[in-house]
């Protein structure tokens, strides 16, 4: 089975010429000779076209993957990249029959006994799972209320066939590195890795649930974004229940305006949305394409953003964080020396690169772009073209990274969408200069102190102590070893006199809260 699966996927890459790309450019003589035998033949559409309609045609795995690829523009050439971002599942919806057994497999009882009503129509359907309304009763206090809500099913015995996939993946991929001249830089084998897990991560409904709550808690009572409510008694790892959201697709332009929703400010919360999550949250919804945002018409919430989808995340460290707004910064303000010395800093560059090299290569590709309006400059080619410098320096991409520039993308498009003359900098620039400033401002040392305090409060008393005793030790110590230190009864009292400054310091932090 596997061997006729694999004669099928050699077979769709010869009838869209990928194996030219191969065998063509090969290092190998003989492979080389064995595509001048099959000749040289003509296609009326590009190799990124080609490559998008091969996966397209073996079906929702290779299409997923085909999604990853597109965003690791640092490894593969900007053309492909972005003919890949086109990609788009078109996934036959599976039968009711298998939608209970999945179900009735998780909960072991019947449909009927979870849901007081279940539409056996799905409403959407993708290559991992598909979606379909229900209802459910919840004991509130003495009251028992029925809640409308989305149930998302797993695909039945959908791990096999993602399992064989990915192994004809890996085989394929070990060829590309082996035949291909570019098959080292390209790390295709990295790639399939990454690849698989992501896939592994959507397979599980009950951590794509937890995604969603976490969301929820960051934007509660957010007027710009609402995510919906987590049934946790009826989410299982094939089965995810949560609160059915009535809103109108983001990219239905006509139904919202009709409905009275500003569609510019719409544009510009997006973008704000986006880096909150990531520069406030360091937890950004990685998926953010139209499919998966809708909008909200009713009176008390017009406008209001809602999230679906929660399988893609991405996190970000505090030293991320410092690292793309410094970078952002200082590429806007053309301080091409700062974007560059903040890659060396973060190690993502080899330490032995030069600063003015790196310095002149982000200047030819940033001057051009500032030689128009402001409001004309794409961050998504500005990404592309950063991306091939990368390539030319060794820049480690990081994997948060990566999903972080496809997540920009996806916001870019939807904000030029809604707004064509939106300045995605300009509403961003005032959000990140106030963040950097929290950073390090005085507010932000108060904060690391409150988060540090029962530490701190616990550790300092001793620190009298054991800094005497270290001092002993010290002067004990062989005269080859270390000079002799007169150690007298007043450093240890000028120790606790600084050991009671700063319990004294964390009282005064302390004590206001606690008054509260």
Known sequence: MRLFRLARILGVFHKYGLDEFVLRDSPSRLLRSVAWLFGKRAFSDSRGARLRMALESLGPIFVKFGQVLSTRPDL???????????????????????????????????????????????????????????????????????????????????????????????????????????????????????????????????????????????????????????????????????????????NQLERLREAGVDIKKLARDGVEIFFTQVFRDGFFHADMHPGNIAVRVDAPNIGQYVGMDFGIVGTLTDNDRRYLAENFLAFFRRDYRRVAMAHIESGWVPKDTRPDELENAVRSVCEPIFARPLADISF????????????????????????????????????????????????????????????????????????????????????????????????????????????????????????????????????PLLLE
């Open 76 to 250: 593969i050439p900007a053309d492909i990249a972005e003919e890949l971002a086109k990609l788009q599942d078109r996934v036959p919806t599976f039968p009711a029959d298998d939608v209970r057994r999945v179900i009735e497999g998780e909960y072991g009882c019947k449909v009927e006994e979870k849901f007081t009503q279940f539409d056996w129509m799905p409403v959407a359907s993708a290559s991992i799972a598909q979606v379909h309304f229900a209802q459910i009763q919840l004991k509130i206090e003495d009251a028992i209320e029925t809640r409308d809500v989305a149930v998302k099913v797993l695909r039945p015995n959908i791990l096999p066939v993602i399992e064989s996939d990915i192994a004809l993946l890996r085989v394929l991929a070990g060829w590309v590195e082996k035949f291909s001249a570019d098959g080292r830089r390209l790390k295709p084998r990295e790639v399939v890795a990454e690849f698989d897990t992501y896939l592994h991560d959507e397979l599980d409904l009950v951590r794509e649930a937890a995604n969603c709550s976490q969301l929820r808690r960051n934007f509660e009572n957010s007027p710009l974004l609402y995510m919906p409510e987590v049934y946790w008694d009826w989410c299982e790892k094939s089965v995810m229940v949560m609160e059915r959201l009535y809103a109108v697709p983001v």
């Open 380 to 511: 998504g080619k500005v990404l592309m073209r950063l991306f091939s410098v990368s390539r030319r320096f060794n820049v480690e991409i990081q994997p948060q990274l990566a999903l972080l520039q496809k997540t920009l993308l996806n916001i870019e498009g939807l904000g030029r969408q809604l707004d064509p003359y939106l300045d995605l900098w300009a509403t961003a620039q005032p959000f990140l200069e106030k963040w950097m400033r929290d950073q390090v401002g005085p507010e932000a040392i108060r904060k690391r102190l409150l988060d540090q305090a029962p530490y701190l409060s616990s550790a300092m008393p001793q620190m009298p102590r054991l800094m005497h005793q270290a001092l002993e030790r010290y002067t004990q110590a062989p005269p080859a070893v270390a000079p002799r230190i007169e150690v007298s009864g007043w450093i240890a009292f000028w120790l606790g006199v600084i050991a009671i400054c700063m319990l004294a310091i964390l009282a005064t932090l302390w004590v």
